[in-house]
């Protein structure tokens, strides 16, 4: 009876083991991660969250734009009876909807395709300098808001304008990660290089005396 219960203890204790180790892995990780939230999810919360944000304003720009468009395409031959106005409007406010519907989906894809490719290139640079701190969240907006200017082809003087923007923002955006990450105990790179040089000078000055 002993001999079977010391094998299923020992598989209960592996897989205990194996348990704790997971829950230490994923501790771990959100620690060590900006917002304390790993990168896969963090980066499916930013483009959602912009896709909404952008087909909201992309569904009133656009139902704006395709009832303007509706009148002026049709001011030549209004109608001039009451069953003529109720088709008239109810043509407009379905052209409203579908014309809403479609910029919509166009603005939030754009706006969720340059969010994405920000916090790519920010965690790239995380990955590359191996820390995680405000200068790979400005490179990464002063990447983003410099191909966005030549995406569209802006002149000089409006692509140093967004780039002054996406500078201001990255700065802004990860000033405040790095707060939020040395508050959960993730202390930014230039922390312990400011520390580090500190030490050393004040071991020089001691050596010294």
Same mark, same amino acid.
């Given at each position: ?54 087909? $909201?304003?992309? =569904?009133?720009? #656009? ?5 303007? *468009? &509706?009148?002026?395409?049709? !001011?030549? /031959? ?61 490179? $990464?907006?002063? =990447?983003?808001? #410099? ?5 569209? *082809? &802006?002149?000089?003087?409006? !692509?140093? /304008? ?48």
């Amino acid at each position: 009876m002993a001999s079977q219960t010391e094998p299923e203890d020992a598989e209960k204790l592996r897989a205990e083991e194996q348990r704790n180790l997971r829950m230490e892995w994923a501790r771990k990780a959100k620690a060590e991660a900006r917002l304390s939230i790993p990168y896969p999810v963090r980066l499916l919360l930013a483009t959602s969250l912009s896709f909404m944000a952008g087909g $909201a304003l992309g =569904v009133s720009h #656009g139902a704006q734009q395709a009832g303007l *468009r &509706f009148r002026a395409e049709n !001011a030549h /031959r209004l109608p001039n009876s009451q069953a003529g106005w109720y088709f008239y409007h109810k043509s407009k406010n379905y052209n409203m909807s579908l014309g809403g519907v479609k910029e919509g989906f166009k603005m939030g894809a754009r706006i969720s395709f340059w969010t994405a490719g920000f916090f790519a290139i920010e965690e790239f640079f995380d990955r590359y300098r191996r820390t995680k701190d405000f200068i790979n969240t400005v490179l $990464a907006s002063l =990447v983003v808001s #410099g191909s966005f200017s030549l995406w569209n *082809r &802006f002149p000089i003087a409006t !692509a140093a /304008r967004t780039a002054r923007t996406g500078l201001a923002i990255g700065l802004a955006y990860g000033l405040a990660e790095d707060a939020l990450g040395a508050a959960n105990g993730r202390r930014p790179g230039y922390v312990d290089f400011l520390l580090r040089n500190r030490r050393r000078s004040t071991t020089a000055e001691v050596e010294a005396e």
